[in-house]
């Protein structure tokens, strides 16, 4: 009998499910060894501050660890035995998560100030202040400077903006793209020096506290001027009722 395609009908067709188009992708399996999930005959067992409590079979380890409320947590299981120790494992979790995330966060972005070959000196100020900012932050900053109609003749002048940015910004900055044209915009791109970065940092904090030095000083001052002037009057009030004894 000769072999013959079976038809299907439009209903079967329907029933037919569609293959999905996304990847499914499982969850990441937390692979830690935690508590009863700890499976040799013993444990070199650290504590929650730090001491070394010696080894142990990890039913003896878990039984300490719970009359404190916390967990037996594996973090070295290549050792011999495997070293276990004794803390809040959802709390590091979390702060785990929370250390990665920061990373992720502050990871360098590229900001954007935008000039014109006309730009004076107080707009030049307000947008210098902004790209300090910016470099300080950890940030790549684009400088560009706009040209339009006949501007485009003077295309020094932008040059000469872009110069007087990187030689205000001073040692906080450095060149990683030197200035060029592309069509109507001329654009460089500056980096961070870290060291001059950091510099500045520690600079700024000395001065604030150096602020509430002196403010604490003048504090203390104050109130020492108040109780001399408290001093003087009693000294006179006290002169005065005597004075009016006498008579």
Request: proline content about 4%; hydrophobic content about 35%.
């Amino acid at each position: 009998m000769p072999n013959v395609a079976r038809l299907r009908w439009p209903e079967e067709e329907s029933q037919i499910p569609a293959r999905s188009k996304f990847r499914i992708v499982s969850p990441e399996r937390d692979t830690t060894r935690v508590n009863e999930r700890i499976r040799v005959r013993e444990v070199r067992v650290i504590g929650a501050d730090g001491e070394q409590l010696g080894v142990m079979p990890p039913e003896d380890a878990i039984a300490i660890a719970r009359e404190g409320g916390l967990d037996l947590v594996e973090v070295a299981a290549n050792s011999r035995p495997p070293v276990c120790r004794i803390m809040d494992y959802g709390k590091y979790k979390y702060e785990q998560k929370k250390k990665a995330a920061s990373k992720t966060s502050h990871s360098a972005s590229l900001k954007e100030v935008k000039l014109r070959p006309v730009t004076d000196q107080h707009d030049l100020n307000f947008k210098l202040n902004n790209a300090l900012k910016f470099l300080m932050g950890g940030d790549k900053v684009k400088v560009t400077v706009m040209f339009r109609g006949r501007e485009m003749v003077h295309t020094y002048r932008g040059r000469e903006q872009l110069d007087e940015v990187l030689k205000q910004l001073g040692p906080i900055a450095k060149l990683e793209s030197a200035p060029r044209m592309e069509g109507r915009f001329m654009s460089m791109i500056l980096v961070a020096d870290r060291e001059a970065v950091a510099e500045a940092k520690r600079a700024s904090e000395q001065g604030e506290e150096a602020g509430d030095a002196e403010t604490e000083d003048a504090g203390t001052e104050e109130a020492n001027t108040s109780n001399e002037a408290s001093e003087q009057e009693s000294a006179a009030d006290e002169s005065t009722e005597g004075q009016t004894a006498r008579e």
